[in-house]
């Protein structure tokens, strides 16, 4: 008797104690972070996934030896990326590996790997887009599930209008450095790309400090609002 007394007395204090912690939780704190990881998983996984495959039509084979080349978001999750990108607004993924050696033409070919992130992350930004334009359509405004998917599209499309942007920065390891490096003669870009390492650390200081956050968001609004209008015409064409 005394022991189902103390275990009906633990589950109802179990139960108190439970309710009152989710009770406590801001809930809609919560549903926009989520509405936000989710896209974020979504686009540096399209994004690092671009970068692999086109490294692989031009002979490098290591993304895929080492099981990049997979829709797995956890392959190419980089924690501190990740959370710059959900709490600060830019972030990043874990690299792609890349050996160039295994190009044609090794700069050719590490700019065109490279410009395959930046480019994939518009072309997913697009065709959200135009699918966010043939839903809005047909989810009238009172529909409460309909309208948490389409802010899901919205936030979808941003983000990988915003990696795309804040990736083609010419800041090492970011993808615009590798492309305005192939520019450079061979000794200059091979003397360069031997610091690639240490352009994290003012790729952090500028996310921490916001100096350059202002041209980033003008930037991406340009690029994402042309986006848009081209999406929602399209979307218009068909619906």
């Not at 490294?55 to 797995?72: H, I, Q, S, V």
């Not at 990740?82 to 993924?93: K, P, R, V, Y």
């Not at 697009?126 to 998917?149: E, I, K, M, Q």
């Amino acid at each position: 008797m005394a022991k189902m007394w103390i275990h009906t007395a633990r589950r109802k204090f179990g139960g108190f104690i439970i309710n009152n912690f989710l009770s406590g939780l801001d809930w809609s704190y919560l549903t926009n972070k989520l509405m936000i990881i989710i896209p974020a998983l979504l686009c540096i996984t399209f994004h690092e996934l671009s970068h692999g495959f086109v490294a692989y039509k031009l002979g490098d084979n290591t993304a895929k030896d080492e099981g990049r080349l997979t829709l797995n978001p956890i392959k190419h999750i980089d924690v501190i990326g990740l959370a710059m990108m959900i709490f600060a607004g830019f972030g990043w993924a874990k690299p792609v590996p890349v050996n160039m050696n295994n190009f044609k033409n090794p700069k050719t070919g590490m700019a065109v790997t490279a410009l395959a992130g930046p480019v994939s992350n518009l072309l997913l930004s697009a065709f959200v887009l135009f699918f966010y334009g043939l839903a809005a359509g047909s989810v009238g405004n009172t529909a409460a599930l309909g309208n948490v998917w389409l802010q899901m599209l919205f936030t979808t499309a941003y983000l990988s209008c915003m990696l795309a942007v804040f990736n083609l920065l010419p800041i090492p390891p970011l993808d615009g450095s590798k492309i305005l490096f192939s520019l450079l003669p061979e000794r200059q870009y091979y003397k360069l790309m031997q610091y690639e390492r240490y352009g994290m650390i003012i790729l952090l200081v500028i996310i921490l400090t916001g100096s350059l956050s202002t041209y980033l968001s003008t930037g991406v609004g340009w690029v994402f609002d042309r986006l848009f209008v081209i999406a929602q015409w399209s979307a218009g064409l068909i619906s």
